[in-house]
């Protein structure tokens, strides 16, 4: 089979499309042929060495994918070859047409769901369940801000939002996303607009009781003054060190969370799934696709992930299915 591998940590161009062996399910593992794999920041991080949990060389980067269950290893219930499923982890990798997983990481994926969109899920759908539910303590009827929400975790995080009954704001850089986000059930607002703070207290009578946030080095600061009383900041990602005044957290009483993927447990990370699953089967979530990119073209979309301006979430095409 065709897959990319890492044979050295680097730039984009350490992305390298190679054949090797099809691998061959042991108990409890699903082979998967996929007809598309998620492309996620993280993945950038990984490959060129700096990130603190990487791999042995060589890999085949991803986690994400979606196509149909090829080969069930012993042990394997409630699966059967031929279905079609989206992952959230796998043993080798799912840049490739073809990936290992542990069948815990397995999910049916309706029909009404593209492959594409079943690769958009694995990261992006459960990390913002994570940061509005289990590390955000949203609630029906509470305010979210949706801080960067143009990309794959912030879109997923507002269709979130709103199948659990939140009202959602959600900022964006260009015309075009926040029309995006507005098409979405969002208020969209401008997060490079010197009024933005402003604007926000403005609309929500006092401020919001959850941000969740893509890139606190440039946002925290100002987060905590839109906060209302109690209210939360779900860190999600941060590209560097930001200053911070304490007294815009003490005046109302407000709380900076962390949140990171890795850290779920199986129990909060079935929790996830499950309620992903309820979302796709009723139409509430339905991934928004920036750009499907061939797997030689690896090193392109890894380019492509890290650049602002684009709405949605990039996927390799993989396998042909």
Not at 19 to 46: F, H, K, S, W
């Amino acid at each position: 089979m065709k897959a990319i591998r890492v044979r050295a940590f680097g730039g984009p161009d350490v992305l390298q499309l190679s054949t090797i062996p099809d691998p061959i399910p042991g108990p409890g593992q699903v082979l998967v042929r996929l007809g598309a794999a998620g492309v996620n920041p993280v993945e950038t991080y990984i490959r060129s060495g700096q990130y603190a949990r990487l791999p042995e060389l060589p890999y085949t980067p991803g986690s994400d994918g979606a196509g149909l269950i090829a080969a069930l290893g012993d042990g394997v219930t409630g699966l059967r070859a031929g279905q079609r499923v989206w992952v959230n982890g796998s043993v080798t990798g799912t840049y490739a047409e073809a990936a290992l997983c542990d069948a815990a990481s397995v999910h049916p994926l309706p029909d009404r769901v593209s492959f594409a969109q079943g690769a958009a899920l694995g990261v992006p759908y459960p990390t913002a369940y994570r940061a509005l539910v289990q590390r955000g303590g949203a609630r029906p009827g509470e305010t979210v801000l949706i801080h960067g929400a143009t990309g794959g975790t912030g879109l997923a995080a507002v269709q979130l939002a709103r199948m659990l009954g939140l009202r959602v704001q959600a900022t964006g850089g260009t015309e075009a996303g926040r029309q995006l986000l507005t098409a979405q059930g969002a208020e969209a607002f401008d997060h490079a607009s010197p009024t933005l703070v402003d604007d926000v207290l403005k609309a929500t009578g006092g401020g919001v009781n959850l941000i969740v946030e893509m890139l606190a080095n440039a946002n925290l600061a100002r987060d905590l003054t839109m906060l209302a009383r109690g209210g939360r900041i779900a860190v999600v990602g941060s590209r560097g060190p930001v200053e911070i005044n304490p007294r815009d957290a003490m005046a109302r009483e407000a709380d900076i969370r962390g949140v990171m993927s890795f850290n779920a447990t199986k129990e909060q990370l079935a929790e996830a799934c499950a309620a992903i699953h309820a979302g796709l089967a009723s139409g509430a979530l339905a991934p928004i696709i920036a750009e499907e990119i061939a797997l030689v073209e690896a090193p392109r979309a890894h380019a492509a992930v890290m650049a602002p301006g684009h709405s949605g979430k990039i996927v390799l095409t993989c396998a042909d299915l």
